[in-house]
């Protein structure tokens, strides 16, 4: 495969294989990587490249391990190390758009820990196409739970092998399938979609009305968005192609803070193709289980300094005992070219909550990931009655409203009440980060509290550590917080958003030691 490193226009779709981790706290290692480089106008095959991959300790190809890829410990005992393959899966890689199925769940987080393991910077795409979120988005489920092997069985593409290199095929051509039969059913809407063979998954259901409309997989509620769509104007699948002339390029998820304008929004009929709002709902981290097991530790290096300002007040917070239900307010407003969102006020400004004292059951947790595979971040804390009965009520209202839009998304409880300690919820907050470059940080202002002074903390790198240090199980917390709305892969809810925290100094001597 030879690339040149100045040529970046190329989608690389690719795939890594894996050993299976068989213990608590085992990491994946690589076996195998394959990746192809497809011309996004043409979407033909330019070059591809694939490897087996040494891994340094051979133990941890286990039986599982073996049955789920075929890749025994004889197979790739002679084959290089991935330090040995570095260098080129860093030029086939960087700059690039990257594509594949579950790639932000998976294959990113593997590339980068298997960089980190050399520490060596890790590649970073100019976009991404993940096939998994974009084909449940737009295909629906006639294809069943949308695996890969669910997708070529259904298209008569033969079995996955899952061995890195045809399955990136395999991917490409699932792809190319779907995107023709969206663009067929787009192009005569009322025959097509009313065919017998189209799937009923395929269907709009209005709960407002109980009422049935089929009107093409542009608005199937098995494609829900993080905003609820009343009938917005897209273009036709023709006028895109017409005006871009790129079949790709306008439905990826750019590495980029803000999304660009890729397709106006003139006509009435829905565009199957346009992932302008599947943009922006990758960029989000869709925080959904609001209770898991205790993260694994982190190592305890801290950077932070503490600097001695004086306290901000944050005056537009109120506390949930002094907020009225009857005065809060839930709207849909635009949020860009054929979006909208739920619009939450308390008054006619925006809903900002500050809950005291609350405790952390669980620390922070880094398991849900961004459009390219970064950890964002989360933690869950214990409820006040107060703060539950307000979120209670915003919810049910919020909930209202989506139904009433049409989103058959199942709606998932902000406040979550686990079976057998429902005296003992608990709600998620989520700590919102930005990406400058390569350099990412979170935005939530983070203060110490200790007797009548109030010092806001200083952090010099973004480092999970640090906070992790920080937000234990069992410290109390004075939260700050923003409510938001999503409606996203058929899932719907509200989250809490953390704009600012103060910590409680009894509750983290052990960890401010560490910090000056």
């Not at 769940?105 to 910077?121: L, M, T, V, Y």
């Amino acid at each position: 495969m030879m690339v040149t490193g100045e040529d970046r226009s190329e989608i690389v779709f690719f795939d890594v294989e894996t050993t299976i981790p068989t213990r608590t706290g085992q990491k994946y290692a690589l076996l195998e990587f394959g990746a192809i480089l497809v011309c996004p106008r043409k979407l033909v095959e330019q070059h591809s490249y694939s490897t087996l991959v040494r891994p340094s300790d051979l133990s941890l190809i286990s039986t599982l391990s073996v049955r789920c890829n075929g890749i025994t410990r004889d197979a790739v005992t002679s084959a290089p190390s991935f330090a040995d393959i570095a260098d080129k899966v860093f030029d086939v890689l960087h700059g690039r758009i990257w594509a594949g199925h579950n790639i932000l769940k998976f294959d990113c987080p593997r590339i980068r820990e298997a960089f980190a393991g050399i520490n060596r910077p890790a590649p970073e795409p100019k976009g991404t196409i993940d096939t998994l979120t974009l084909l449940t988005e737009r295909f629906g489920r006639r294809a069943g739970d949308m695996k890969m092997a669910s997708l070529a069985t259904y298209f008569g593409l033969g079995e996955q092998t899952h061995r890195s290199l045809d399955d990136v095929r395999m991917n490409f051509e699932v792809l190319k399938h779907c995107a023709t039969v969206l663009f067929l059913e787009s192009s005569l809407p009322d025959i097509l979609t009313n065919n017998s063979w189209v799937s009923p998954n395929a269907a709009v259901r209005s709960r407002a009305n109980g009422n049935t409309n089929l009107e093409g997989m542009g608005l199937s509620i098995d494609t829900p968005s993080s905003s609820v769509k009343i009938g917005s104007p897209m273009k036709s699948v023709a006028e895109a192609y017409t005006e871009s002339d790129n079949p790709i390029l306008p439905h990826v998820s750019r590495n980029v803070e803000e999304v660009p304008d890729l397709i106006e929004t003139n006509s009435s009929r829905p565009d199957p193709f346009n992932l302008v709002q599947f943009s922006a709902e990758v960029r989000e981290s869709i925080q959904l289980d609001a209770m898991e097991e205790e993260p694994a530790s982190y190592a305890r290096d801290s950077s932070a300094s503490i600097a001695t300002e004086g306290y901000i007040g944050f005056t537009d917070f109120l506390e949930p005992n002094k907020i009225s239900i009857s005065s809060v307010s839930l709207s849909l407003s635009p949020l860009h070219r054929g979006m909208q969102k739920i619009q939450i006020l308390h008054n006619n400004a925006e809903l900002q909550v500050r809950s005291k004292c609350l405790k952390v059951r669980f620390g922070i947790s880094t398991m849900f990931v961004d459009y390219a595979g970064r950890p964002r971040l989360s933690f869950v804390v214990d409820a006040s009655s107060e703060l539950c009965q307000l979120m209670d009520a915003i919810d049910n209202l919020a909930q209202k409203l989506t139904e009433d839009s049409g989103s058959m998304s199942e709606w998932r409880p902000v406040v979550n009440r686990k079976p057998g300690f429902m005296n003992c919820p608990t709600v998620r907050l989520n700590l919102p980060t930005v990406v400058d470059g390569n350099i990412s940080r979170w935005v939530t202002d983070i203060y110490q509290k200790e007797s009548s002074t109030t010092q806001k903390l200083m952090f010099s790198r973004f480092d999970v550590a640090e906070l992790d240090s920080l937000i234990t199980p069992g410290t109390l917390l004075d939260v700050y917080f923003s409510v938001d709305s999503y409606d996203y892969q058929q899932i719907a809810g509200i989250r809490l958003v953390a704009k600012k925290l103060i910590v409680h100094s009894s509750l983290m001597d052990k960890a401010t030691s560490r910090l000056t």
